[in-house]
């Protein structure tokens, strides 16, 4: 499974990379972004299966990222970890497509839940348990 990080904090980068490496998926490629417009560069030759951003950030911040996925019609999950409480943003960001929303701090089992949700789909008679350690 491929994830993108998007997070301008180094901090919460490693904690959310750490946090997926601890949920046992096999095969997990990681990389990370500091921004909306450096995942952009990153995706013009990488393709996640999902991308987790952060929505306030520098340069181009997580919601203006999904527009612009929007945009170009690039279909990718994205989920949103951020801090932001404000009712009518949080309901933009689904109207955007935001596939599910985690309030930092989170709980690591809540992030790894979420994350399931979107594994590939095992080959016809292979098992979810294929795709975690």
């Known amino acids: 499974m491929r994830i993108l990080i998007v997070d ?20 997990l490629q990681i990389k990370l972004a500091h921004s909306g417009l450096a995942a952009l560069d990153i995706l013009q030759a ?6 987790l951003t ?3 950030m520098p340069e181009m911040s997580g919601i203006e990222l999904l527009s612009e996925l929007n945009r170009q019609m690039l279909t990718v999950n994205v989920g949103l970890i951020t801090t932001e409480t404000k009712a009518s943003r949080l309901e933009l960001a689904k109207q955007s497509g935001v596939k599910f929303i985690i309030h930092k ?3 690591e089992e809540h992030l790894i839940e979420q994350v399931m949700r979107f594994l590939p789909k095992p080959p016809s008679g292979d ?3 294929a795709y975690q350690q």
């Open 54 to 56: 952060d929505w306030h």
């Open 46 to 51: 990488w393709q996640p299966d999902l991308i």
């Open 127 to 129: 098992s979810l348990s």
């Open 8 to 27: 301008d904090s180094r901090a919460i980068q490693v904690i959310i990379k750490r946090t997926l490496e601890k949920g046992g998926f096999s095969n």
């Open 105 to 107: 701090p989170f709980e």
